[in-house]
């Protein structure tokens, strides 16, 4: 990859070719907890722009541009009152459309402030999350993810800041085999919050950990799909199965991979500008209800809000403990897979010089991913525009972990999905 391409990829603020192909699809601005305040008001800086969510006494929603277009302070200080948010400089008085409903300064009868409006976005609520349409076509539904169709019981959303590129965090997410390393564990025995590998392997007894580290070579391949394309990764375990592992990149910047046979996580990374994003996680659990409150209190110690930025980085070294390294974990740095995706995207820099790196052939999906996208930013299109021409018909995606004797890979992935989602009552057939 040349410095051009590199640089084409990663950028995404307003007017960039990156900006506009992210612009043309649904993003995450905020958790719905944020709002949950005395005073729901939550600065949002969102692919590079500076913006103000709020919600009025009424429950409706807004979104709008940060500076006020009177003088151009800023309005995530403004006071949230009759029916919209008022910039506390002049009293200019702002709807949750954008409309200028007041500017009391002004002369008795004066119609000035019919003539003003404030840039905004669209946004609409669902299950733990704000979204927002930055596009410039009207707003299309959200997809028909299994993330947005299930009941609010079964999903529960956190989020994280990591100080780096969109694109470094998201090619960590489309890599299966990264897992059999970086997410390794050497002692099996301790129940702790971050080893979700510790589930069984469907009914054979192999904990994924133990599959991950004994057999660390995968057969990975790439299906395209409606939404982007399906990885599939194969390990044949000892000559007693093969592990089937299906994992998705959602167009152009979401992920779908499986926690345990009964949760999946859908996962999108979202610049807040070129070299800070966010992850957002949507946990959906095709079994039980969620736990949210431990999902949560597992979760929450370990950022500092309100900018939900990790308590760990480059400044502790991401926690590494080489004593740590040599007994329990491959990293060194602690239980929580989370840090060790937080390491692999942060310590190659802001945003990585892909000038120098050395793909494999493993990193299919980052090949592909990158190809879809290079072809999106130089000439977005429906046809380049993966998924964003019928949103709503999209279904799924199947991210789930099958085990089979025979060789028919995607029977034994099909067959165990098919299971699962008719168990719910409310996950669709997938359709591809």
Known sequence: MDAADNRLLTESGPGTPGGTVLRSYWQPAALTEELAGERP????TLLGEELVLFRNELGELGLVKRACPHRGVDLSFGRLEDGGLRCPFHGWLFAPDGRCLETPAEPAGSTFHTRVRIGCYPVVERNGIVWAWLGDAPAPPLPGFDCFVAPSRQVFAFKGMWSCNWLQAHEVGIDPAHAAFLHRFLDLDEEAYGLQFRAMVADTGVPVVKLMREVPAATITAEPTGYGFRLRALRDFHGQFTHVRISNCIFPNAIAIAMSPTMTIMQWHVPIDDVRCYWYSMFVSYGDPVDAATLRAQRIDQVILPEYRSRTGVHDRWGFDAREQATATYTGMGQDINVHDQWAV???????????????????????????????LRNPSPATLIGAADPAAQRGPAAIDAATTGTDYDAAWRAA????RAATGWAPAIAD
Not at 417 to 420: G, K, L, N, P, V
């Open 346 to 376: 942060e310590s190659p820099g802001a945003i990585y010089d892909r000038t120098d790196e050395h793909l494999s052939p493993a990193d299919v999906g980052i090949r592909t991913h990158r190809r879809l996208l290079l072809e999106a």
């Open 417 to 420: 999905e098919a299971a699962r």
């Open 41 to 44: 008001v939550v600065p949002v």
